[in-house]
Structures are given as C-alpha cells and as structure tokens.
C-alpha cells in the first residue's frame, strides 16, 4: 500500500493533537522527499491565497520551506535517537512533516487571518495572545509526537518536546522566513515590471558604456534610516536657501530634478548631469534643486519623495515669479504599468508617486503658470492627461503602454535621457526641438536593438512654447555639456562651442 495518504492522515492527526493510528512506517528518502512536494506544493497555494490578484514568485520562499523540511527532519532524528529506534528515522520524519503541512494548512494559517483581524480592529492584546497559542501549538504537536514514539516519564518526553522545537520551530525567530509568492507592493510591482523592459541595455555608444572597474561607480554605504529621515527637513530647507530668488527684467528657470530609485545609479547620474546641464547652459545656476534617492548621497542631497517633492515647489514658488519664470522639473525612475513611478531607498517605506500626485504637487501657492514637465520612465505617457494644461509642457519617454529602455547596473544613462538631455540640449536650446531631436534618436537605437519603440510623448500648446521662445531668444551662448556618470562629474569640462 502507498504510505503517502496514510502519512498525511497521520500528520493530520498530529495537528490535532492525537496520535497516529499506525506506527511509523520502514522507508527510505522517497516517502520524505515526496512530503516535500507536497509542502511546497500547499506553501504556494495558501501565499497565493494571501498575496490577492497581484503578485509576484519570491524564489527565496522555496529556501524557506526546503529548510523547514531539513529542520523537521533534524528534529525527527533527535526524537528517534532518544527513543533508540534508528531505523525508523525516514519514517518519523515523515510522519512529522505530514504534521508540519496539517498544521500549516489548519492552525497557522486560519489563526494568522485571525491574528490579523483583530490587530486591524483594534485589539492587539487579544492578537498577540492568538499568536502565542499559534506558536505553543506546535509545541503540543511536538509532544504528541514524541509520546507516540517513545516511552519515558514525563519529565524525559518534555525535554525531547522541547529540544525538537528549539530545532524546528524556535531557530526561525533569527532566520529570516517568507513565502514563495508574497503580493506586489508598489516598489516591486514597479521594479518587476522593468526586471523584463531591457533595462539592461546600456546607452548605444562609448560616452554612456559602463566603466571598465567598479572604482568610478557608486557604492552603497549604510545609513541610518531613522537619522536619515529625521534629517531630510532641515536638508530640503538647507537646499532651498542656497535657490536665487528672481530677478526682474527677464524670466528665469528653475529646475527640479528627481531621481526615484537608489537600486541603480543611472538615475542618479541622470539627475546630477541634468543639474550640471541646465546651470551651466540654460542660465540655471543656483535655481537647480536635486532631488535624489542614493544612498552615497543620503547626508548631501535631500530624498526623491512625494512630501519632499511637494514641499520644495510650495517653497520655489515663493521664490520665483510665478507669473512669469518658468519651472521645468525632471524625473527620472523606473515606471509600472499601471502608471505609477518607484520611490525606493531601501529599507525606508517611501510612497510612488502615481499621475495625480504629481498634479497634486505641482498645483502650488501661488499658482505657478509655466511649466515643463519631463517624465522619464517606463509607461511614463499615462502622466500626461494628469498634468497638462495650456500653460504646461509635458514629455514623457514613452508611450501609455510601452516601456524606455537604457536603465540598469550596466547603463550611466537612458537612452531617452541621454538623447534628450546629453545630445539634443546641446545642440539646442529649444525643448521642443530637443524633443524632436531625441525621439528620431531613441527610434534609431531601439530599431538596432530590435527592442519594441517606446514612442515618446509630448503634450504642449501655442502659449507654452511661446513663452519658452520668448526665454530662448534671452539665453545667451554657452558652451555644451558633456556627459559623465555622477562619480567621474568633476572631472567633466566644457570642450565644444554650442551649434
């Protein structure tokens, strides 16, 4: 007869805190290795159960589980070491695991939902005794087992009891311990969804290759978290004290440049040579704020976030004139289907920003009028409905549903970030000519790439590219503004007249 079912029905019993019917069966690894399956098999379902609609396999969910199974059997050999009955150890393990299943699938998992409940409505003592009693079970289960395998006073089976679950229950209060399918959050829905995007295209030419070591690219020291966070008001307020005021006689620019994933440097290069870009070409500098998430620059640069984002245009606002100055602000991220762009600095819980955030932080007191908005991520056209008007410029680097490419550890910079802003504003100052310029650009490379085209998008009007004409004629000639990584910047010159 097959012991598969027999085992599981014995395990069940386990669960519930009787002893097997039968004894433990002579067998080798299949019966134990078939359990296995069988676990992984009930531990994706009930996280598939939880996780909802979205979410996502976490490969380190089946380590989880193959080391519960590793531990149950450790504990399972100790149980039948102190009974002296050796040969049944594949036997007892298995038995045991069967138990570990059942009590998964008919302890844990309802009395977690349970546990859940409860905190959510506001009765946190009555959760955390649930948890207790979810956590003692298996315990109980443990000394059924160990009753059922071997004889003793009390005093000896208790200790075994206790010795099994500092095996395989207590070792998982220090390992860390999840799910093989765990829900989408924002952040890795976002990420997930660029994972497959050819984000580990690098830019097409030598100017935005990789480095050839690792010297001239950020690292990522450890920060605070806590520290960090309490200090990002007086670094926004210290940021926006070193911002020129305006000046009468012509209208001027200010810049805001947001960079919203630490996990790659490619945006944090972008924001840098962009504020590099527009001081020292487009008669910025001073009026150039950087918002970044990096965690090389976490005590210098005020975080990419929503709150910071929205604070420092209610404070630029106050500083311009907002009837007449332009404000062109500048993200770069990556970007989710579903049109949302990632805000991460890990560990720390930061929100993405969707369309209507950033309509909500651009809607200021005082109202600022003239505006050109640059969204430089995946999906990013689905921003654009939610920002424009007749007074507002917006580009995105793709299309509602297409994904841009050129992100990455291997990639200094976009590809669209790298034709807009490395090549075509130094070729001109017009944006909208700019705009032109790059999309022919990104066209051209991701055709040699055989890469799906992202299309990118621009929503403008008569009165808004008037008025950047008018501020265009009062540019005077710079010089360009080569490109280099965020690290290497210093070492970046001016070199070529502008055409």
């Not at 080391?67 to 504990?75: C, E, F, P, R, Y």
């Not at 799906?452 to 004629?473: C, D, F, G, N, V």
Request: hydrophobic share 50%.
């Amino acid at each position: 007869m097959n012991p598969l079912v027999p085992t599981l029905l014995d395990g069940l019993r386990l669960a519930l805190l009787r002893s097997p019917r039968r004894s433990a069966p002579i067998c080798g690894a299949g019966l134990f290795i078939a359990l296995v399956a069988i676990y992984l098999a009930v531990s994706f379902g009930m996280a598939r159960f939880d996780a909802g609609t979205a979410w996502r396999f976490a490969p380190t969910g089946v380590s989880t589980v193959l080391a519960d199974a590793l531990l149950t059997l450790v504990a399972a050999w100790l149980v039948c070491a102190f009974a002296r009955r050796d040969g049944i150890v594949w036997g007892a393990a298995a038995t045991l695991l069967g138990a570990t299943i059942a009590t998964a699938l008919v302890i844990h998992w309802p009395l977690a939902w349970v546990t859940g409940a409860l905190a959510d409505h506001g009765h946190p003592f009555i959760a955390l005794l649930i948890a207790f009693v979810s956590q003692l079970w298996w315990f109980l289960v443990l000394l059924v087992f160990v009753h059922w395998l071997a004889a003793g006073s009390f005093a000896r089976i208790l200790g075994v009891a206790v010795l099994a679950y500092l095996v395989s229950a207590a070792v998982w209060w220090w390992l860390p311990a999840t799910a093989p399918i765990e829900a989408r959050t924002a952040a890795n829905e976002i990420v997930a969804a660029n994972d497959n995007d050819g984000d580990d295209n690098s830019a097409p030419d030598d100017a935005t290759a990789a480095p050839a070591d690792d010297e001239s690219r950020t690292s990522a020291p450890s920060f605070d978290a806590e520290e960090v966070m309490f200090n990002q008001p007086a670094l926004l307020d210290a940021a926006l004290a070193k911002l020129k005021p305006t000046q009468s006689g012509h209208p001027h620019l200010y810049v805001v440049a947001f960079a919203g994933d630490a996990g790659e440097d490619v945006f944090r290069n972008e924001a840098e040579y962009a504020e590099r870009l527009f001081a020292q070409r487009f008669d910025a500098d001073g009026r150039v704020l950087v918002l970044q998430n990096n965690a090389a620059t976490v005590a210098t640069r005020p975080l990419a976030t929503w709150t910071n984002l929205h604070h420092a245009l209610e404070a630029i606002a106050k500083k311009m004139d907002p009837a007449e100055d332009i404000l062109l602000v500048y993200l770069t991220t990556h970007g989710s289907e579903d049109h949302q762009l990632l805000v991460d600095l890990d560990p720390l819980p930061l929100d993405q920003i969707e369309p209507e955030d950033l309509a909500d932080a651009l809607k200021t007191a005082p109202a600022i009028r003239w505006k050109v908005v640059v969204v430089n991520a995946c999906y990013s056209g689905g921003f654009i409905d939610a920002v424009r008007d007749d007074s507002t410029m917006v580009i995105a680097s793709a299309r509602s549903d297409r994904t841009s490419f050129g992100c990455g550890a291997d990639s200094d910079i976009t590809y669209f970030g790298k034709a807009f802003l490395a090549e075509a504003l130094n070729r001109t100052t017009s944006l909208r000519e700019a705009f032109d310029l790059a999309t022919r650009s990104v066209a051209d490379w991701e055709a040699a790439d055989k890469e799906e085209h992202s299309e990118p998008q621009i929503a403008t009007s008569r009165s808004i590219e008037a008025k950047l004409e008018r501020w265009q004629r009062g540019l005077a000639p710079a010089p360009s503004v080569p490109f280099a990584p965020a690290a290497a910047a210093e070492q970046a010159t001016p070199t070529t007249p502008a055409d």
